[in-house]
C-alpha cells in the first residue's frame, strides 16, 4: 500500500480577503467583513489585523493616495492597483506591528493574481517609498510638505507630499485629517476652524463601545464586576444605564451577560436622544426608522416593558434583524413593513413618533467609514429631500388618522439643514412647537447628533 500524505489545507490569505472586500463594492465593507471572513475560513488570529487593515484603508484613504502619488510616474486609476498601494502605505507608516519587509512583500503577493501585468508598477511605487522615507530620532513634529508624523513617528521624504496650511488651509487639513473636501469647507464656513478641528480629530477617534445595561436584568455594578472577573477593560460613567467597554478582544456574542440580554450595544447620543422623548409606560409609540431596533430596545427599557411599540421599516431584510435581538433582550414589540415610499403605517393613535430619520452620517464619520468618500458637495441636499419626502408623508398619515402625538426627530448628522432647520419646517408645517432640541458634537467618547422633540400646539 503507498502512503499517501495529506496537503495541510492552505490558510487564507487576509490581505487577499480585504482586497476583495474593498473591490466588492459593497456600500458598507466594514458591516460585511464579518461575512467575507467567514466565507474565506480566515482564522481568528488573522482577523484584527485584517479588520485593521480594512479600516485604516478606508478611514486614511486621502492621506495615503497623498504620500503614494509623488512618486507614480503615471496617474493611477485602476481600483485594484489604488487599493494595493493605500494597503501597502498604510502598513508602512501607519502600523507600527507590521514589518516593512511584509508590508511590501505580503501585500503584492495578495494582490498579485488582481494587478497581473500591473504587479511591476506597485512595486516600483512601493520600494521607491521605503527608500525614499528617512525615519527621524527623535521624531519631529514641525510641518513640512516633505515630513509624514503619525502618532509618535515621523518620517522625512525626498519630494512635497501635503499642502502648506498657511496657503491651502482646506485641502491641507482635508488630507491630514482625511475628510472629503467639501465637508472640510462646509465646517470651516459655519463653525470657524477651531471646532471644525476639534470635531475632525474625534472623528479620527477610535470610538468606544458603549454598553445600555438593561436594568430589569442585572445592574451596573454587577456587570461591571462580571466583565472585570475575566480581564475586561470596563468603566464606570455619569449615566444610570451605560457602561463603556475598551478593547474587547474577542466577538461580543462571547462576552459575559451578551446570551443572557443583560446588555446591548446603544452609543451613548443614540441613548440620550430617546431619552429627549421622555417616553412613559402604557404609551403607544410608532418607531417609524427603527431598524435594526437600537432605539425601539431603548423605548422598552425605558418604560418598562409598559409600552406598546411598533417598529417600522422600508426594508425586510433590516426589519427581520429586530426580531432575534428583541428575544434576546426579552422584548416584546410589533414590527411593521412600510412601502418603499414610507406609505402604509400602522394605524394610530399614537402618543409618540420616533423619526431617526437617513441622513449624511456626518456626526458619525468614525464609525461609518465608507460614508467619508461618499460626501459629495450636494450630499446634504439630497438628505433633506428625502427627509421633506418623510415629513410629508408622516403628516399627511398623522392628519388623516386624526392624531397628534409627540414627535422626536434625530439624526447622526452636524448639518444644520438636516436638523435644526427641518424640524423648524416640521413645527410650521404642522403646527407644532419644539419643546427641546440637542446637538451632540462629537468628543472621542460620543458621536456626533441631533435630537429635537416636537409637541402639537394647543
Known amino acids: 500500500m503507498n502512503d499517501q500524505t495529506t496537503a495541510e489545507p492552505k490558510t487564507p490569505d487576509l490581505r487577499r480577503v480585504v482586497l476583495d472586500l474593498l473591490l466588492s463594492r ?76 511584509a508590508a511590501v512583500h505580503s501585500t503584492l503577493q495578495a494582490a498579485r493574481p488582481l494587478l497581473r501585468e500591473r504587479l511591476g508598477f506597485a512595486n516600483a511605487v512601493l520600494r521607491a517609498l521605503t527608500k525614499a522615507a528617512q525615519a527621524e530620532q527623535p521624531m519631529q513634529e514641525a510641518f513640512s510638505r516633505k515630513r509624514l508624523v503619525v502618532g509618535r513617528r515621523s518620517w522625512f521624504f525626498d519630494r512635497p507630499l501635503f499642502h502648506d496650511p498657511a496657503i491651502r488651509p482646506v485641502g491641507h487639513w482635508a488630507i491630514e485629517l482625511a475628510f472629503p473636501p467639501p465637508l472640510v469647507r462646509r465646517w470651516f464656513d459655519q463653525v470657524g476652524e477651531e471646532t471644525a478641528l476639534a470635531r475632525m480629530h474625534s472623528l479620527n477617534q477610535i470610538p468606544p463601545i458603549w454598553l445600555r445595561v438593561q436594568l430589569a436584568r442585572t445592574s451596573k455594578d454587577e456587570l461591571l464586576k462580571l466583565f472585570q472577573a475575566e480581564g475586561l477593560e470596563v468603566h464606570d460613567c455619569d449615566h444610570p444605564r451605560l457602561l463603556r467597554l475598551v478593547r474587547p478582544g474577542r466577538s461580543l456574542d462571547q462576552l459575559p451577560g451578551f446570551q443572557q440580554g443583560q446588555w446591548a450595544v446603544q452609543d451613548r447620543t443614540s441613548l440620550e436622544s430617546v431619552e429627549l422623548a421622555q417616553p412613559l409606560a402604557g404609551e403607544r409609540i410608532l418607531d417609524l426608522c427603527a431598524a435594526p431596533g437600537g432605539k425601539s430596545f431603548a423605548l422598552a427599557e425605558l418604560t418598562a416593558g409598559q409600552a406598546e411599540i411598533v417598529a417600522c421599516d422600508v426594508s425586510a431584510q433590516r426589519l427581520a434583524q429586530i426580531q432575534p435581538e428583541a428575544e434576546r433582550l426579552g422584548h416584546e414589540l410589533r414590527t411593521h413593513l412600510l412601502a418603499e415610499d414610507g406609505s402604509g403605517l400602522p394605524e394610530g393613535p399614537f402618543d409618540l413618533v420616533v423619526l431617526d430619520v437617513p441622513c449624511t452620517n456626518t456626526g458619525v464619520l468614525h464609525k461609518r467609514l465608507e460614508a467619508r468618500s461618499r460626501f459629495r458637495a450636494d450630499e446634504v441636499h439630497r438628505a433633506t429631500t428625502q427627509q421633506n419626502l418623510i415629513r410629508k408623508r408622516l403628516i399627511k398619515e398623522l392628519l388623516k388618522q386624526g392624531c397628534r402625538p409627540r414627535v422626536l426627530w434625530t439624526t447622526c448628522s452636524l448639518e444644520p439643514e438636516e436638523n435644526q432647520d427641518m424640524t423648524a419646517r416640521f413645527a410650521r408645517q404642522a403646527n407644532y412647537r419644539i419643546e427641546e432640541q440637542r446637538t451632540f458634537e462629537p468628543d472621542g467618547l460620543r458621536s456626533g447628533g441631533f435630537a429635537a422633540i416636537l409637541v402639537p400646539e394647543s
Request: charged content about 20%.
Open 26 to 101: 459593497s456600500d458598507y465593507p466594514t458591516r460585511q467583513f464579518g461575512e467575507y471572513a467567514q466565507r474565506a475560513g480566515l482564522p481568528d488570529r488573522d482577523r484584527s489585523l485584517a479588520r485593521q487593515l480594512l479600516a485604516g484603508a478606508l478611514r486614511w484613504a486621502p492621506r495615503l493616495d497623498a504620500i503614494y502619488q509623488p512618486y507614480c510616474s503615471r496617474r493611477v486609476q485602476d481600483d485594484a492597483l489604488t487599493w494595493t498601494l493605500r494597503l501597502g502605505v498604510l502598513q508602512l507608516f501607519f502600523l507600527s506591528n507590521v514589518p516593512p519587509h
